[in-house]
Each structure stands twice: as C-alpha cells, then as structure tokens.
T-cell receptor, first 116, second 114 residues
Framework: GAGVSQSPRYKVAKRGQDVALRCDPI?????LFWYQQALGQGPEFLTY????????KSGLPSDRFFAERPEGSVSTLKIQRTQQEDSAVYLC??????????????FGPGTRLTVT | DQQVKQNSPSLSVQEGRISILNCDYT??????FLWYKKYPAEGPTFLIS?????DKNEDGRFTVFLNKSAKHLSLHIVPSQPGDSAVYFC?????????????FGKGMKLTVNP
C-alpha cells in the first residue's frame, strides 16, 4: 500500500502486560514519528526517528515506553507493564526530508490501546 | 502548557456557507502551521499548510490566514459541504536540535448540515 500502516488496529491488554505496536511508514520516508492521542485531545509527540537514529524521545512519558527502528523502515513502540493511563490511540506518521513540503507528516490509522 | 489552542470544541454550519476555524499559539519559534482533518477511526490527513513568513495560503475551497503579531491563524472553508464534517486539528511545526515535531491543538468538530 502507499500509505502508513499500523498493526494491530485494536489492542486490549490487562494491566501489567507488555504490548508491542508496529508501524510501516511510507516507503522511502526518512522521518518517523510516534504520537499518543488520549480521548478528546490532540495527538501528543512521543518520539522521532531519522532513519534508524532516534533523535528525540523527549515525549515518552516514562521508561516503560521504548521505541525502535533498527533498519530505518519499520518501527515498533513497546510499552512495558501497561497501566490504565496508557489507554489511548497511538499514531505513527512519516515524512520525507528535503522533498517538497518536508514538514508535512502522513499519518497511519492508529492503534487503539485499551488497558483493563 | 498548551502551545497550540483551539478554544472552540465544535462548530455547526449550513451547507454552502463559510466555516471559520480558529487557532492560537504561544511559541514564536513555530515555522510552519498545518491543518489536519480527521474522520472517526482514521488517522489525521493533511489539509493545508502555511509558512510563518506568509500571511495567506489558498487551496481550492480552503484558505488559511496567519496573523503573526496576534499569534493567530484561521482556516476558512467556502463553500462548506457535508463531507467536510470531521474533526479539524491545528498543528505547528518546530525544529529543535535535529528534531522536527508537530504540536497539535485539541481539535474542533465541524458539522456541516445539508
């Protein structure tokens, strides 16, 4: 497909479980972003990759959150020991540096995480 | 502290009329401003953007105005269509220390009535 894809689309986890959320960016896009969107709020920045380098992880809310992009394409956001406050939609976005409107980010459909 | 604010949670307009969505920001370092549209169960989709050095950008029925002195931008949709009904997010781009990220407002739900 041509767009950003994310899996799973929905995830229910029991409190304390670990989860892994996957993002497939648009082919060739150098930049990849993760955002967290709580109910009734706008997306909030979590972390940013340029190729495989994680250049900014200032938005990760705690050390239970970990993201990786080992080969500069697919990325995984891992949440350890999930808590109820982690319930949100997790959005992945990608963009292409230096081409056209580089600042324009293309979003995937998101993964809705519910922690019970 | 919210750097991008959309103070009105919702707006309802009649088909064919103008929709005006407002957004305020506090950070003078923002260099681009974007509007995203979001349908339920989908990710935000890019709508229109404006550079901080411009005061207007137009794309078909959509026009964004930027007032830097007031730290205010607005999105005008003319004429509004029922398919425009969605949640609209104002976002601002900032580049800091090798990182580029978008800062979003809370969103505003637009309903266009036939």
């Amino acid at each position: 497909g041509a767009g950003v894809s994310q899996s799973p689309r929905y995830k229910v986890a029991k409190r304390g479980q670990d989860v892994a959320l996957r993002c497939d960016p648009i082919s060739g896009h150098v930049s990849l972003f993760w955002y967290q969107q709580a109910l009734g709020q706008g997306p909030e920045f979590l972390t940013y990759f340029q190729n495989e380098a994680q250049l900014d992880k200032s938005g990760l809310p705690s050390d239970r959150f970990f993201a990786e992009r080992p080969e500069g394409s697919v990325s995984t956001l891992k949440i350890q020991r999930t808590q109820q406050e982690d319930s949100a939609v997790y959005l992945c976005a990608s963009s292409s540096i230096g081409q056209g409107r580089w600042y324009e980010q293309y979003f995937g459909p998101g993964t809705r995480l519910t922690v019970t | 502290d919210q750097q991008v604010k959309q103070n009105s949670p919702s707006l309802s307009v009649q088909e064919g009329r103008i929709s005006i969505l407002n957004c305020d920001y506090t950070n003078s370092m923002f260099d681009y401003f974007l509007w995203y549209k979001k349908y339920p169960a989908e990710g935000p989709t890019f709508l229109i953007s404006i550079s901080s050095i411009k005061d207007k950008n137009e794309d078909g029925r959509f026009t964004v105005f930027l007032n830097k002195s007031a730290k205010h931008l607005s999105l005008h949709i003319v004429p509004s269509q029922p398919g425009d009904s969605a949640v609209y997010f104002c976002a601002a781009s900032v580049s800091q220390g090798g990182s580029e990220k978008l800062v979003f407002g809370k969103g505003m739900k637009l309903t266009v009535n036939p």
